[in-house]
């Protein structure tokens, strides 16, 4: 079996309703269990499989999210092409509230989570190029997908993961930005570097939830704020994907 596609849905992309023809897949992995079911289906009549990062119920944080599960998890039903949608806070005084980006560069400031396949008894171990943690060619179909639909989309940018599931002080995002970072974020490691491991070609769709923290002019994050602004964002994801399979 093969996949054109996998989609790793984040907060506020739950299911995916341009799927059809769907069966829900319990996949087995030698990692655990994955964050829900995968979701197999046709985008188009090409095949296409969605996966709740947090659950179809959103009850996983983002630094208990099994990432080696459900990386695993696409590979093994055929997936050489992966898509991650996430949630951010925008930083970069272009990636306001609601802004798409196809970052490009990732800082990882995660801790404890299983970061590698490598950390499995017997595992080979891999020193994999990280140098462009994005696959350039799904990036580039992309962004030549966002243009033929007409998506306003913000090329490029530094995503920093953070490791939540609080979000950051404005001193924190302080040295977000001075090391660079134009997003921040809970979940983009370490699924990026694992999709990597297994030679998966892997791109991030970053949907801007809020300004983090100090960066707009409020004193504080709503979370009521964050869940209107996903919704407007994720509006743009059913048809991006539709013009990335239609290319
Ligand atoms: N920080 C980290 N992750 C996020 C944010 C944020 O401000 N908004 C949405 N996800």
Not at 17 to 39: C, F, H, W
Not at 108 to 128: K, L
Request: charge should be negative; glycine fraction near 10%.
């Amino acid at each position: 079996m093969s996949l054109d596609l996998a989609i790793v849905g984040g907060t506020g992309l739950y299911q995916f309703p341009a799927l059809e023809n769907v069966v829900r897949r319990s996949i087995e992995t030698p990692y655990g269990a994955t964050s829900g079911p995968v979701v197999c289906g046709e985008v188009q009549g090409r095949p296409v499989a969605f996966l709740a990062r947090h659950g179809e119920g959103h009850s996983l944080p983002p630094h208990r999210v099994n990432y080696r599960a459900n990386i695993w998890a696409l590979q093994s039903l055929g997936a050489r092409r992966v898509i991650g949608v996430n949630a951010v806070g925008g930083i970069r005084a272009d990636m306001g509230p609601c802004a798409v980006v196809i970052p490009d560069q990732i800082i990882d400031y995660t801790h404890g989570r299983y970061t590698s396949f490598c950390d499995a008894d017997g595992a080979e171990v891999r020193h994999i190029d990280f140098s462009e943690p994005y696959a350039a060619t799904l990036r580039a179909d992309l962004l030549a997908a966002a243009d033929k639909a007409s998506i306003v989309v913000v090329d490029g940018g530094c995503y920093g993961a953070t490791q939540g599931p609080r979000l950051e002080t404005r001193a924190e995002i302080a040295r977000l930005r001075r090391d660079g970072c134009d997003l921040v974020g809970m979940t983009g490691m370490p699924e990026a570097a694992l999709a990597r491991e297994l030679d998966l070609d892997y791109a991030c769709i970053a949907l801007v939830a809020n300004w983090a923290a100090g960066c707009g002019d409020q004193a504080e994050i709503s979370l009521e704020e964050i869940f209107a602004n996903l919704r407007t964002a994720t509006a743009a994801v059913p048809p991006l994907v539709q013009a990335l399979l239609a290319n």
